[in-house]
T-cell receptor, first 117, second 112 residues
């Protein structure tokens, strides 16, 4: 079974430039998450999707961050414009429906490491 | 405030020695509890989880964790550490549905 796939793995940009990250979840997983992981800290939830619907985006800085999951499968997280403080690892995760045996476990991708210069 | 606390930022143990990583949470009801491991440059991998039932749970790679309701703790243990266990370990709780809240992590160093 293929895991959660993220790209790019690494991205270096100058401040004020835009950047986008892509995530393809595990097949059949209807819940998709984007987490932000700063150096030396645990991941923090940015946004959670149930199918195409963003059900929890309270921690997403909406002035510069946006996300979409148009067909309820893969997702894109965008930052425009990027700031120095956005340098971090952006993790995507997915989980199966509870009715299908999901138990709250999240499956993570390897992350996209962003460096803003 | 609701939180997950991992009080040890770094821990160093000798190879072959036992290991215990601490985790405390502050939520009203017993949440789902997890331990994840993250090797450098990698994503998070689930070690074990607790939902209900037996409070001692076994996980992969020889790890186990014990849920203690009275102490709101879910400490991770391993009887004999291997050099390959060096990584960062995250305790996480899911108090509300599928939302997972992580602790700050504990970095494990293994000395030979």
């Amino acid at each position: 079974e293929a895991g959660v796939v993220q790209s790019p793995r690494y991205k270096i940009i100058e401040k004020k430039q835009p950047v986008a990250f892509w995530c393809n979840p595990i097949s059949g997983h209807n819940t998709l998450y984007w987490y932000l992981q700063n150096l030396g800290q645990g991941p923090e939830l940015l946004i959670r999707y149930e199918n195409e619907e963003a059900v929890d985006d309270s921690q997403l800085p909406k002035d510069r961050f946006s996300a979409e999951r148009l067909k309820g499968v893969d997702s894109t997280l965008k930052i425009q414009p990027a700031e120095l403080g956005d340098s971090a690892v952006y993790l995507c995760a997915s989980s199966p429906p509870r009715l299908a045996g999901g138990t709250g476990e999240l499956f993570f991708g390897e992350g996209s490491r962003l460096t803003v210069l | 405030a609701q939180s997950v606390t991992q009080p040890d930022i770094h821990i160093t143990v000798s190879e072959g020695a036992s290991l215990e990583l601490r985790c405390n949470y502050s939520y009203g009801a017993t949440p789902y509890l997890f331990w994840y491991v993250q090797s450098p440059g990698q994503g998070l991998q689930l070690l074990l989880k607790y939902f209900s039932g037996d409070t001692l749970v076994q996980g992969i790679k020889g790890f186990e964790a014990e849920f203690k309701r009275s102490q709101s703790s879910f400490n991770l243990r391993k009887p004999s550490v291997h050099w390959s266990d060096a990584a960062e370990y995250f305790c996480a709780v899911a108090p509300y549905g599928n939302k997972l809240v992580f602790g700050a992590g504990t970095i494990l160093r293994v000395k030979s």
